[in-house]
């Protein structure tokens, strides 16, 4: 089993920056890959970037590519995802999600091949 808690949402102007972590507890076998997530009002979750555990590649929506960025802090069990330059389009609930199969490339960005969720963080960015 994983745990994964959320943190760091919050509101932010346009052009503002935030940085959201994702602590992780539970097996490590079952958190090869980590991946964020975005579901905003009246859309669908959207895969924003993700990480494989093992060797730090990482992939990225084109919508944050550029942006976004993905990292993690193993001796923390912590991933993180640094927002700059943020827009009112990227207001949405962020998850963090654990994987307990190695992802690739765009696999990274599917929902489904995820395994744990966690409870979520809302990042709100005004014009």
């Known amino acids: 089993q994983v745990q994964l808690v959320e943190s760091g949402g919050g509101s932010v102007q346009a052009g503002g920056s935030l940085r959201l972590s994702c602590a992780a507890s539970g097996s490590t076998a079952s958190r090869k890959s980590m991946g964020w997530f975005r579901q905003g009002p009246g859309k669908q979750r959207e895969g924003v970037a993700g990480?494989?555990?093992?060797?730090?590649?990482?992939y990225y929506a084109d919508s944050v590519k550029g942006r976004f960025t993905i990292s993690q802090d193993n001796a923390k069990n912590t991933v993180y995802l640094q927002m700059n330059s943020l827009k009112p389009d990227d207001t949405a609930m962020y998850y963090c999600?654990?994987?307990?199969?190695?992802?690739?490339?765009?696999?990274?960005?599917?929902?489904?091949?995820?395994?744990?969720w966690g409870q979520g963080t809302q990042v709100t960015v005004s014009s």
């Open positions: 990480i494989y555990t093992g060797g730090d590649r990482t």
């Open positions: 999600a654990a994987a307990s199969s190695p992802l690739y490339y765009w696999d990274l960005l599917l929902a489904s091949k995820y395994n744990y």
